[in-house]
């Protein structure tokens, strides 16, 4: 089985995400839906150095 890495979307792939999320959320979801994603992140990286004190970032 061989490995395929992933890659960063650049250039016009970047903007037909972007227009993508943009029709499926909506420009007055959008806020709300990053502020929901930054504060699960922030919950989830809390609880994994709560639970491993050794752990880094």
């Known amino acids: 089985m061989s490995f395929v890495p992933l890659q ?3 250039g016009p ?3 037909i995400i972007m227009a993508l999320i943009l ?8 806020p709300k ?14 609880g994994r150095r709560e639970s ?4 880094t970032d």
């Open 8 to 10: 960063v979307p650049v």
């Open 13 to 15: 792939e970047l903007v």
């Open 23 to 30: 029709l499926l959320f909506g420009a007055n979801r959008l």
């Open 33 to 46: 839906t990053a502020r929901a994603v930054g504060q699960a992140t922030r919950e989830f990286a809390r």
């Open 52 to 55: 491993d004190p050794d752990a």
